[in-house]
């Protein structure tokens, strides 16, 4: 079975520009979430969906930051406008309902200048 | 996050020494879940604990849980490079997501 597949793999963009980032999750996980990673914070979750509906958002660290998810096999995570602080991996995980093990994907390393 | 502390923080060892990560809650776990990450890479699942007292082993490595749900070890017998990465522990709090520790950064050198 194909992994949590997350794209893309590497991000460069400059302050102010859209940036979307993008989560498949394995077929049949009920859950999806959302993390961020620095050096400074550590992995830190930012949301998480339960049946495609957003459960806990409270880890969004602002406005300029959404995710959506419209159906089970697809997210998004989007933040518009982008600022160099926003340089992080950011990480998307799936899991089955009633299973605590979350299956995380490879990340996406967004670099904003 | 304060709920959950993990040390040390990083870790350098020769080839073929014995090492122990902890990981420690300000409450009781209802599941301990250990991950391994490589740079440039995602967590990788290693295993996962939740009775009190339960020990699992999988090639050279053990995690426990101690008897008060508070507390787990990771532990590396005769390390290789290989084991080098980043170790973290994430805590199930009776919800339904994971609370994860800061990391421990292992190397292992020849």
């Known amino acids: 079975d194909a992994g949590v597949i997350q794209s893309p793999r590497h991000e460069v963009t400059e302050m102010g520009q859209e940036v979307t980032l993008r989560c498949k999750p394995i077929s049949g996980h009920d859950y999806l979430f959302w993390y961020r990673q620095t ?5 830190e979750l930012l949301i998480y969906f339960n049946n495609n509906v957003p459960i806990d ?8 930051f959404s995710a959506k998810m419209p159906n089970a096999s697809f997210s998004t995570l ?17 899991r089955r309902a009633g299973v605590g093990i979350q299956y995380f994907g490879a990340g996406t390393r967004l670099s904003v200048l | 996050s304060q709920e959950l502390e993990q040390s040390p923080q990083s870790l350098i060892v020769q080839e073929g020494k014995n090492l122990t990560i902890n990981c420690t809650s300000s409450k009781t776990l209802y599941g301990l ?20 007292g339960e020990e699992k082993s999988h090639e050279k490595i053990t995690a426990k849980l101690d008897e008060k749900k508070q507390q787990s070890s990771l532990h ?16 199930d709090f009776n919800t339904d997501k994971l609370i ?11």
């Open chain 1, 39 to 43: 050096m400074m914070r550590g992995l």
């Open chain 1, 78 to 94: 989007k933040i518009q406008p982008s600022e160099p602080r926003d340089s992080a991996v950011y990480f998307c995980a799936s």
């Open chain 2, 100 to 110: 994860f520790g800061t990391g421990t950064r292992l190397q292992v050198f020849p």
């Open chain 1, 57 to 64: 958002d409270s880890g969004m660290p602002e406005d300029r």
């Open chain 2, 33 to 52: 879940y250990w991950y391994k990450q490589k740079y440039g890479e995602g967590l990788i699942f290693l295993m996962m604990l939740q009775k009190g």
């Open chain 2, 76 to 91: 590396i017998t005769a390390s290789q490079p290989s084991h080098a990465g980043i170790y973290l522990c994430g805590a």
